[in-house]
């Protein structure tokens, strides 16, 4: 699946209303205590620091998805026709990781911009800690059974994309802050922060939504 779409400011207010009225997914125990740690490791509050460290972790199922689907090309290369489907699920996962490099570059870029400094123990070392931990569990859900790393990552992608809208909404000012950013010819041009934010929510959601058909769907039958 191709990365996300771009929409448009009315678009973008449509996607953030939708969110909103969604209630939340049933989040998973894993889910739950990592949000929960997050929660207490980075506070409650919605700042740029803390979904700087949700975009850190967010990379890692894709990371973890793609390092199996290589395995299982090894293992399946003679049988032409199936690794190049499961090549297929490679470049997905390749996709959906640049999306989110794009949200941790930009949100870095906004956090440079504001002065403020960050601790490197709690926001360098600590969020690598968790991404790695976080790697293993989706990897070994997905090599017992898909289902679970996907579903991990449905929660995962469903919380992003609820927190995102609802960060915007506290944030009107942002609807006159005009997005000036090095990555504007990579990630795309904004008229607003808050449509940003909009936009990166949006395509959580659009994660969220692959995630939940493969949960369903046969992968690399
Ligand atoms: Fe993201
Ligand atoms: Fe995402």
Redesign the pocket.
């Known amino acids: 699946m191709p990365a996300p779409p771009h929409l448009d400011h009315e678009a973008l207010l449509r996607a953030q209303a939708d969110t909103l009225a969604t209630p939340r997914r049933s989040y998973g125990a894993a889910a739950k205590v990592l949000f929960r740690l997050l929660d207490v490791l980075y506070g409650r509050k919605r700042t740029l620091s803390k979904f700087k460290v949700l ?1 850190l972790v ?1 990379r890692v199922p894709y990371q973890s998805w793609e390092q199996v689907a290589y395995i299982a090309i090894t293992h399946v290369h003679v049988r032409t026709g199936m690794a190049r489907r499961v090549y297929a699920r490679v470049k997905e996962s390749r996709e959906q990781q640049d999306n ?1 490099q794009w ?1 941790l570059l930009v949100i870095q870029e906004l956090i440079g911009r504001s002065g403020k400094r960050e601790n490197a123990l709690h926001y360098f070392v600590v969020p690598q800690m968790i991404a790695l931990v976080y790697y293993q569990i989706s990897w070994l859900l997905f090599v017992v059974r898909p289902a679970w790393s996907y579903r991990l990552n449905a929660d995962f992608e469903d919380h ?1 994309e609820h927190e995102y809208m609802h960060m915007v909404e506290e944030h009107p000012e942002w609807e006159t802050t005009p997005f000036e950013s090095d990555f504007a010819a990579d990630y795309g041009e904004f008229d607003s922060v808050a449509d940003l934010f909009r936009q ?1 929510g949006h ?2 959601r659009v994660h969220k939504i692959e995630s939940e058909e493969a949960m369903s769907g046969p992968r690399f039958r």
């Open positions: 975009e967010a989110e949200h992003a990166i395509d959580e």
